[in-house]
């Protein structure tokens, strides 16, 4: 079985709410050994500076439920101080692990990932073996042990909510059925309906999500957010399962904000009883209305996006760049008299191309996952660093900046890989030799970094992927790149847009300050 199969192993070990957590926990731990081939796999509680072992498989002596020690003589110390996972080949060479914790354990290779409770770090979810790996962790397997983690947080911080509403059932009314039902599904944003419709409750946080206030909303209908025709019959379809009893989620559902723009939302639509009628005894006769449960859903859709592109631009350009190959391939097979040298340089160049190209689809696969944490981030160093390696690369090319001493913006330090590729993009495809210039200025509210190159223009399909996100089968591995800048600049609240010039092409990106924000 692969990566992919292990992984569905575990969502369906999670997916029952009902099932017993600690069962749960120690079928994910059993899957985990068996996938990453590790002897050991232990649950961790973390409370005052001790490491408590809460579940285990495995026969080490030390890595048993009810076994404990001070956590600076832990091999999980260090993986709850860092945000990723901790993954380590061969501990005895790692500074990462302490003297003290390898001659406590003696263990050889590491992979652990902290839990999460309630915003709280609860613990860890580890997995190890006395013996040390020789091949190092990828990222499947990286990504393996922090799915076990964050689903074991969420099913400990499930449970323990359930236990609190248990200790209140006798009590609750309408308001805490409603509570309820956020908690279980612990979306964004809530509304609430009547049976005809009307909006009677809407959270603080929909003024972010939909533009509009609650109190704009109290007893409007709730075509008032659809965006079309099709939407509200959409809608309509969900609102009637709904108020049959059943509940219903819908995917990617348009809503039209109060500027008119459209966001992209999935929402968890469940009934609402009257509370006054116990739990046992509800029918369809007793809901007197609908809470829905709104996420907005555009950044996964970026991430869908992105993942559309790289599909569809690997397979019209690998296919287009390696009939290049194959043909000229044949011809040096039957010609051996000939210009061999320039047939072998045209096949050099296909190759070249195809490698640039997929160079870019893996720099998109690496940043696709990581989520916007915005922080103060100085602009100068980056494109310093850019200009060393574009001129190391292209000895030929003539780059000038014009910046001030620091500009600090609210960002990401994964931003250099977006002016990375539009600087390399200008060196490529600027004059010959290409010469280049980038400005840089702060304001109260951008950081602005413009890329100015003498070459003959971008074409109208690259111009699409920076203006709008436009994503076609004809963008070609220039515009991979180009997208990759688009999808991580948008991200992190930044703009990005080609400023008409008379000659050569000129891109203008801006990164918010926080004065801005």
């Not at 569905?8 to 081939?37: C, K, M, N, R, S």
């Not at 699409?464 to 591995?477: C, Q």
Request: glycine fraction near 6%; hydrophobic fraction near 35%.
């Amino acid at each position: 079985m692969g990566a992919v199969g292990y992984r569905d192993q575990i969502y369906e070990i999670f997916a029952d709410p009902h099932d017993d957590v600690e069962t749960q926990i120690e079928q994910a731990l059993t899957t985990g050994t068996e996938y990453l081939d590790l002897s050991l796999g232990f649950f961790t509680r973390i409370t005052d500076g001790t490491q408590q072992i809460l579940h285990s498989t495995g026969d080490h002596p030390l890595i048993q439920p009810g076994e404990s020690c001070p956590l600076d003589q832990a091999y999980c110390r260090r993986t709850v101080e860092i945000d990723s996972q901790l993954a380590i080949e061969d501990a005895h060479a790692s500074p990462e692990i302490s003297d003290t914790a390898i001659e406590t354990f003696d263990l050889g290779a590491y992979i652990g990932a902290k839990v999460i409770v309630s915003g709280e770090v609860y613990g860890t979810a580890c997995f190890a073996d006395t013996e040390t790996r020789e091949e190092p962790f990828v990222d499947a397997e990286r990504f393996f042990v922090e799915l076990i983690a964050r689903l074991s947080g969420q099913a400990i911080e499930r449970r323990s909510y359930e236990r609190e509403l248990a200790q209140h059932e006798e009590r609750l009314n309408e308001q805490q059925e409603i509570y309820r039902a956020v908690i279980d599904a612990n979306f964004d944003s809530v509304f609430r309906f009547d049976t005809d419709g009307r909006f009677t409750y809407a959270s603080e946080s929909v003024q972010d999500l939909l533009g509009y206030s609650p109190a704009e909303l109290q007893g409007k209908p709730i075509t008032i957010t659809h965006p079309d025709s099709q939407t509200t019959e959409r809608a309509s379809k969900h609102r009637s399962r709904i108020l049959s009893g059943e509940p219903a989620e819908a995917r990617d559902l348009p809503l039209q904000k109060k500027s008119g723009d459209i966001v992209y939302t999935d929402i968890r639509g469940v009934p609402i009883y009257d509370g006054s009628v116990p739990e046992s005894e509800r029918s369809k006769d007793d809901i007197v209305g609908i809470q829905l449960l709104i996420r907005d859903a555009t950044d996964r859709r970026q991430r869908e996006g992105l993942i559309s592109v790289i599909n569809r631009v690997l397979r019209h350009n690998v296919r287009n760049e390696m009939s290049v190959i194959r043909g000229w391939a044949e011809i040096l097979a039957e010609d051996t008299d000939t210009e061999h040298a320039t047939k072998a340089t045209a096949i050099r160049a296909a190759a070249t191309r195809l490698l640039d190209l997929t160079e870019s689809a893996q720099r998109i696969e690496q940043n696709r996952e990581l989520s916007p944490e915005l922080e103060p981030t100085d602009i100068i160093p980056l494109v310093n660093r850019i200009v060393t390696e574009c001129e190391t690369r292209y000895s030929d090319v003539s780059i000038t900046v014009d910046a001030p001493d620091e500009a600090i913006a609210e960002t990401v330090p994964r931003v250099e890989v977006a002016l990375f590729e539009l600087v390399d993009n200008a060196a490529k495809h600027g004059g010959d030799p290409a010469s280049i210039e980038i400005d840089v200025g702060v304001s109260d509210r951008w950081v602005t970094c413009r890329i100015h190159d003498d070459g003959s223009g971008l074409p109208n399909t690259e111009q699409g992927v920076l203006e709008a996100g436009e994503e076609t089968p004809l963008v070609h591995g220039q515009g991979l790149g180009l997208w990759l800048s688009y999808w991580i600049i948008t991200t992190v609240d930044g703009e990005i847009e080609v400023i008409e010039v008379d000659q050569g092409t000129t891109i203008e990106l801006r990164l918010p300050t926080s004065s801005g924000e």
